[in-house]
Structures are given as C-alpha cells and as structure tokens.
C-alpha cells in the first residue's frame, strides 16, 4: 500500500511540474503554430508535427489579403494541413492597421517596392530568422499571397531572388503596377503599366542576383476587385524578368502558353490551366483562370475569408508545381562535417570529421578524388601544410554521400600582424529564448535549461573590429570555459556585421534576430584552458571594419529532463574575456 502510494505521488508530482513548465516535445514547438515578431510586425510559424531538427524542409511564406490576419489566412487556404500531409513549415507574416488602416501590404507605395526597404526587407528578415533557427532548404523557400498579399509576393520575388525560388499570385497584380494609391486603383479595375517595361524594372530590382523564379498564378474569370488582366500581365512581366535573368537577353521564355487543358473541380467550377515553357523545355510559368469565380483563395476552405470551395485547390496545385521537378536526395544519407572548416591557419589545424550517421568515413589529403579503398579515418587529422582534405562516408546500410572538399593555408614562419581584441564586458552576455528564460552580462551561457527543451540559451560576444587593419588574413575567437553540466556536442558560430538587435547590448530579440552569415563554423569543446574557433576564410569579409562585430554562439544538444549547457568568462573578466584575434598581412 506504501509502495502504491509513493507511486502515484512520483506521477502526481510529475503531472504537476509538467503543468507548470509545459514539458515540449524532443522537436521545436511541432505540429502547431509559433508566434513572433520581427521589425515591428507579427508573425506566425506552423511546424508540421514531423519535423526533426537532424533533416531540413521546404518553407512557404504566405502573405493574407487586406482585412485578414495570419489565423484566416492559414484556415482559408489549408495550407497547415498540406503542411502536416507533404512536410514543409509555413511562415506567415502580418500587417497591423498601423501600417494600413486595411492590413493590406503597402504594395502600391515606392517606399515598399525596393531591397532593403520597407515591407520588403521585414519579410525578408523573417525568413532568415527562421531559417536560423529552424533547417530550411535554401533553395525551396517559396513566397505567396492572396490580392495584396499576392501583389507584393511578386515585389519579394523580384527584390529577394536570392532568397526565393518560386512565387504564388493569387488575384495579384504585376511588380510596379502602381507607385501610388490612385494608381493603385486604376491598375486593379483595369491593368498595370505595360509589362515588358515592367519585366525589365523587376530585373534590374534583382540587380546582380538575378535568377528565373517559378511563377504560378491563380485568377478569377469574375474577379471585379482585382480584374483579371492583373493575371494576364503578371505572367507577361514574369516572362520578360525570367528570360533577362537566365540570359541577358528577352525570348529566352515568352507569355504564350505552350500547352492549355480545360478542367472542372467536380461538381465545382470549371478552369483552364496554361502552361509556359523556356527554351530549356521546362515549365516555369503556371496560369490558372477560374471561370466564375470573384475575388477569393480558389479551393479554399469556407471556414476562412475570401475563398471559393467550388474552385480547385491552389495550395495543392502551387505545391505541386513548385516540387514537379525538385529532387530531394535520400533521407538516409550521411552528412559529415569538418570541424574546423577550411580556411588560413598558423602553424597547424587539427581537424574531425564528424557524421551523423554510423558508418565509415574515407578521407585523401593529397588532392586526389576518395573512394572506398581509401584511408579510414579512425582519429582526429593534424595539418602542418598547405592541405586539400577531401571526404566522404557510407553508412552501415550502403547509402553514400557526395564528396566534400575542405582546403588548409598553413602559414609558416612570420606570422605577420596579430591583434587580439577582447569583447566588451557590459555589450556581452547570453540570452535566452523566451522572455522567461531572462538574459544577463554577467555570464555566456549557451545550452538547454532541461525540462526536453534545446537551443535554451545563446551566447552573444560582441567586439569593436573598427581598429582592424585590413586585409585580414585569418580570424580565431578564443572562449574560456567558466562551468559546464551535461553534454555539448558542438559549438556553432554565427556571425552579424554590426549588432543583432536595435542597439549593441543584449536584447530578448538577439537571441532570434537574423545574422549575417548562420552556422559559419562549429568546434566539439574539449578539456582545457580555452577553446578555439576558426572563423572560414570565406567570412572573414564579414568582420566591420568600420564598427562592431558580434558573434552569436549556440550549443547542439540532445532534449532531456536535465540540464545542458557550457558557461564562458565574459568581458568584464580582463584575463579570461573571449577574444578575437586577428592575422593581417
């Protein structure tokens, strides 16, 4: 009877604790929405409930209509659930009546139209943000909206094509059709300016990263809002920015469908599907136009606002194009890292090769091309001269990666100009996730707080690089090692040319806000005074040489009750404070 009571006073106690600290899954925040802010707006992210943090998925953006707000816009287009079926995260960023009495984006105003400005760049800061946080396919993060939604995920695709591969233009108008708000009335009963000139306005927004984007556009027959030749001439924009994009040159690709089918939802609405090849055979132009239907989400649910049930689905057709000719590479794939990368060294490196899955790793050092009969590597490699590492794994089922290749300067003998700057004791600190979790200078912290939770605490070390001379030549930050509890399995690094957050003391926002360059090198932390880590000879252009350069440091662990984290001196400690130090020639 003792024994049945104590039992049941284990799991009371446990039910308790978990009711008052919410007890997360292993994975982020999965199977459900996250909210956020970022530059001054709302925002909300669904995880599909599959997500692992060891595997990356596509992103949609999703941009709502006026009057709407991120909840009816995930409910009127389904996407959440297309999300959970197919695996992709789905971010949706708000407008708030203080931007426009409506809460439309402000598509039609100069202001919002440009990189670096605006609407534009809040929405782009929101993808690197999550994609910091979160593992998001570079080359699959897609942007779409309804009306005004629509209107300025076409501007996105045009000013942030580095970020975008594909944009979705539900009832949307072509990039500049407007630059003011009577004109923004015009050309949505009627059309924008002529769209060839506006194809090559939206090339030269791309400026030297310009690439062809997908584009599939969905518009209704009956739409008195938005009138349809909207549709007409963002296709007809899109085919001139596309071909300037591929080849510097118009006709690469043209606004003349290629192949037209006529289909009907059943029992629904009729539509005809257009679609637009390149010369290179593929299509990278989709026109779907909805006979009868007015100014709404085709297929939609009619739980939201501005839908059609009766049209076909646009979120599954929009999935469906954009994915038609991704390739994903197995799931089961080993991903091995050298840690530290490639870069300038003094001296010497000591390099590991790290993967993440069982297997066998096989590595050359001389330049020459790894196969199966190559040295295994078994233990840590020591550089003393220039070295090409490349590597591979298999894996205990067979499943082989691609070869990597990591190139090692090792400079010898006059080391040139070193300079080592401490970080600022009252600009360092951590900070952690959630408000809860608080933030100080008096430490660097970076970890998990237990309780199955990760990524708990981040580390923000914070340097005037003003007095650098350049050119730099090699760059190490030297953290020394306060206290530790439980396991770190790495240390990663990320990088921001300036500060994280609105000023250069610790902010709640450092902790999410978007870095210059993410992940730019990691370290496994070993015994000893202090720990090293080499920042990539291909980011050292991201050092300020004309202010502050902050670091951000994170921490791999695995979710568990208990606690998990590494603590570091800060500045305030003169001997011990982190330092950069710095090679110039």
């Known amino acids: 009877m003792l ?56 992103l949609y953006v999703m941009l709502h209509g006026c009057t709407q707000d991120a909840t009816q ?52 800061g929101m993808v690197q943000s999550i994609k910091s946080n979160y593992s998001i396919q570079n080359d699959q993060v897609y942007v779409a909206g309804l009306s005004a ?42 059309g924008g300016p002529n769209p060839i000139q506006r194809g090559r306005d939206a090339y030269n927004a791309m400026g030297s990263r310009a690439k062809p984007l997908k584009v599939i556009v969905f518009h209704g027959t009956s739409d008195y809002t938005v009138n349809k030749v909207n549709g007409d001439q963002v296709i007809s924009q899109w085919a001139v920015t ?23 939802v059943p029992s629904g609405k009729s539509y005809t599907v257009y679609d637009y090849k390149a010369q290179d055979e593929k299509v990278w ?83 020459t091309q790894p196969t199966i009969n190559s040295t295994i590597y078994l233990q840590s490699l020591t550089f003393t001269k220039n070295t090409t590492l490349k590597f591979f794994s298999r894996d205990n089922n067979g499943n082989t990666e691609s070869v990597k290749t990591e190139v090692y300067i090792i400079k010898t003998g006059d080391t040139g100009n070193e300079t080592t700057i401490s970080s600022i004791g009252n600009e360092d600190g951590y900070v952690g996730k959630y408000t809860a979790d608080g933030k100080s200078n008096a430490t660097i912290k970076v970890g998990d707080k237990g309780m199955y939770n990760i990524d708990t605490y ?37 990088i921001k040319t300036g500060v994280f957050g609105s000023s250069s003391t610790i902010e709640q926002s450092d902790y999410a806000n978007s870095a210059t360059q993410s992940n730019i090198s990691s370290v496994t932390p070993a015994e000893g005074e202090y720990i090293d880590i080499n920042i ?32 570091f001196y800060g500045g305030e400690t003169v001997d011990y404070a982190p330092k950069l130090i710095i090679n110039s020639n």
Request: glycine fraction near 10%; proline fraction near 5%; hydrophobic fraction near 35%.
């Open 458 to 494: 981040r580390g923000i070390l914070s340097f005037d690089t003003s007095i650098i001379a350049e050119p730099i030549e090699s760059a190490k930050i030297r953290l020394y090692p306060k206290s530790k509890q439980g396991t770190i399995s790495l240390l990663r690094l990320d």
């Open 285 to 367: 132009m989709k026109k779907v136009n909805i006979l009868n239907m007015g100014h709404a989400w085709s297929g939609g649910s009619s739980q939201g606002s501005y839908t059609d049930p009766q049209g076909p689905d646009a979120s599954r057709m929009m999935w469906e194009f954009f994915q038609s000719e991704v390739v994903n590479p197995p799931v089961d794939i080993p991903i091995t890292t050298a840690t530290p990368g490639g870069g300038t060294y003094n001296d010497s490196v000591s390099v590991e090769l790290l993967s993440n899955k069982q297997g066998t790793t096989y590595f050359t050092t001389d330049g």
């Open 536 to 567: 990539p000879s291909n980011y050292l252009s991201q050092i300020n040489l004309n202010g502050s350069t902050q670091i951000r440091l994170k921490a791999d662990t695995t979710a568990g009750f208990n606690s998990n984290f590494i603590e």
């Open 242 to 264: 596309n071909s300037l994009a591929k080849t510097g040159a118009e006709g690469w690709l043209d606004d003349q469908a290629d192949n037209t089918q006529n289909l009907q």
């Open 73 to 124: 816009f995930s409910t009127g287009t389904k996407m959440n659930a297309l999300s959970e079926e197919k695996g992709f995260l789905v971010l949706y960023p708000e407008q708030n009546s203080s931007a426009n009495s409506n809460k439309c984006w402000n598509w039609y105003e100069t202001s919002h139209q440009s990189r670096g400005s605006g609407e534009p760049s809040v929405i782009a």
């Open 149 to 190: 939604g629509a209107a300025m995920s076409v501007i996105m695709g045009a000013t942030y094509p580095d970020i975008f591969s594909g944009i979705g233009v539900g009832a949307g108008l072509e990039y500049k059709a407007a630059t003011s708000m009577n004109e923004a009335f015009t050309a949505m009963s009627s």
């Open 3 to 58: 024994r049945t009571k104590r039992i049941w006073l284990i799991v009371f106690c446990l039910v308790l604790i978990s009711s008052i600290v919410g007890i997360p899954s292993i994975t982020k925040a999965s199977g459900g929405f996250i909210s956020g802010t970022y530059g001054g707006k709302t925002y909300k992210l669904y995880v599909p409930s599959q997500y692992d943090s060891s595997k990356s998925y596509p």
